[in-house]
């Protein structure tokens, strides 16, 4: 049965169309709808549609062989929607205002949508294999007990599942999209992303180091229900964790035990709030951080590369968003903490607490907004903007015990550049600026505001100077007889 025509094919009322033969092929210029439900059956044969459906009522495929479909097409259905096996040579949308059952194979060439107000049902491999996989759904319902699986098989294609209003319910029941262990494992891609503009749940601990697939879970509330008190609710994977933009709080007591393989990451409006318990993450790549948030507890870092500021780099250190609150906290980076000083790690630390630092890199950047004492494991120098009046005005060098470097600079590119018989000066502020002189210190410049104290390094060592406005005067008078540069102080 071959339908083909330049404009749409239309069906009055509720029809099945059969062939016990052979195939069936629609192909229009338009579309193929029709106002009830419609049934297509190739007994021995083979369906192809070769252009979009818009059905309202319920549409179901059967065929014996795949069910072709060609590119870029719409399947949409008022109702329910119910396919055998089928393959595309495109992209392919499937829509229903119920359900929508995969009842076999499909084998898309290009991006696949799923998109039901209903459940997705899936009881066979789903695969993608140069696309992406996107579900929308009130729940979604993997087979794995008849092996049923959804795969983005290219590298760097993306597997999305998003909610239809109620949430997801990560191995938790709940009214939302519910996802089992089991068929986490059994979906993969280069990225899953759980995404929810209501609430994801994560209600139990999630062992899944051999699940390499890097899981986003992107929430407006991100609900982790804790195991109780004094104990850990354990979240292992073996790729990365990326929490985006979500908003975490960790409810019921006990602490929160983060372990990945690859990296862990956090975006510009991504939190974790767990009230007075520790938090502990254990990362095998970097860790991009938003805010932790443990009241009166600690903060455990470790990450096999770096542990990076993710709020946003800054062109004014007073600008800086805080990324951990706690009353102790420790970073662990094979490589860098903090990337520069305007794009530092930013602790708010109780003033009785303790930062403890390890890093490789050549210097370490924090903000430390309570003065809070610092150690520091490494042999690098960690780069402290000092805060006084809510105003960072200083820079403070903390020299690491196993450090053999006297002269550790803030900036080794220009550094490198100073001459034999120059002498650094480093200063931070609103207008940070590195400074030489020569051995006369009249030939020290800066910007500073003279009515606030600066702490400098010289070759005597650190100082904490703010001259009078005498002084300032009288080195501005000899500095100009001497036809010398003089801005402001020092």
């Not at 009130?138 to 795969?151: E, G, K, P, R, V």
């Not at 200083?394 to 006297?406: F, R, V």
Request: hydrophobic share 40%; aromatic share 4%; net charge negative.
């Amino acid at each position: 049965n071959f339908i083909s025509t330049v404009g749409d094919i239309q069906f009055i009322g509720a029809d099945v169309l059969e062939s016990t033969g052979g195939q069936i092929s629609l192909s229009s210029g338009g579309t193929v709808n029709g106002n009830s439900d419609i049934t297509f059956t190739a007994s021995s044969g083979s369906l192809s549609f070769f252009s979009s459906l818009d059905f309202e009522g319920d549409i179901t495929m059967n065929s014996m062989s795949a069910i072709n479909f060609g590119s870029n097409l719409s399947i949409d259905a008022l109702d329910d929607l119910s396919l055998s096996a089928a393959q595309t040579t495109g992209d392919l949308t499937l829509k229903a205002g119920g359900a929508i059952d995969i009842l076999g194979t499909l084998d898309a060439n290009g991006d696949l949508v799923l998109d039901a107000m209903g459940s997705v049902n899936i009881d066979a491999a789903v695969t993608a294999a140069s696309g992406d996989i996107d579900i929308l759904a009130s729940d979604l319902a993997i087979n794995t007990s008849a092996m049923a699986t959804i795969t983005a098989s290219t590298a760097g294609d993306t597997i999305t599942i998003t909610d239809k209003g109620n949430g997801i319910d990560l191995l938790a029941i709940g009214s939302g999209i519910n996802i089992t262990q089991i068929e986490l494992e059994s979906i993969t891609a280069s990225e899953l992303s759980l995404q929810s503009d209501n609430t994801i749940t994560l209600g139990n601990d999630l062992n899944a180091s051999g699940y390499t697939t890097s899981l986003t879970i992107d929430a407006a509330v991100f609900t982790i229900n804790g195991a109780g008190f004094n104990q850990d609710r354990k979240i292992t994977l073996g790729g990365d964790l990326d929490l985006a933009n979500s908003v975490a709080t960790v409810t019921g007591g006990g602490r929160l035990v983060i372990d990945t393989a690859g990296n862990f990451s956090m975006g510009q409006g991504s939190s974790i709030t767990i009230p007075d318990n520790t938090i502990n993450v254990n990362a095998g790549g970097s860790v991009v951080l938003g805010l932790l948030d443990v009241g009166n507890s600690t903060v455990n870092l470790t990450a096999g590369d770096d542990i990076l500021n993710g709020l946003g780099s800054v062109t004014n250190v007073k600008l800086s968003k805080t990324n951990v609150i706690a009353d102790n906290v420790t970073l662990n980076a094979t490589a860098r903490i903090g990337a520069a000083s305007t794009d530092a790690i930013t602790l708010d630390i109780d003033t009785s607490g303790t930062i403890n630092l390890t890093f490789g890199a050549e210097n370490a950047y924090i903000n430390n907004l309570n003065s809070s004492n610092i150690v520091n494991h490494s042999a690098g120098e960690v780069i402290v903007g000092l805060i006084f009046s809510s105003q960072i005005i200083g820079i403070g060098h903390n020299i690491g015990m196993d450090s053999t470097n006297e002269l550790n600079p803030l900036n080794q590119s220009i550094y490198d550049e100073i001459e034999a018989d120059e002498t650094l000066i480093s200063i931070l502020g609103a207008d940070f600026q590195i400074l030489f002189g020569e051995d006369d210190e009249d030939d020290i410049v800066s910007t500073m505001m003279p009515s606030v104290p600066v702490m400098i390094k010289t070759e005597d060592g650190w100082e904490f100077i703010a001259p009078s406005r005498r002084q300032n005067l009288e080195k501005l008078r000899n500095n100009r007889n001497r036809g010398e540069r003089f801005i402001d102080w020092l």
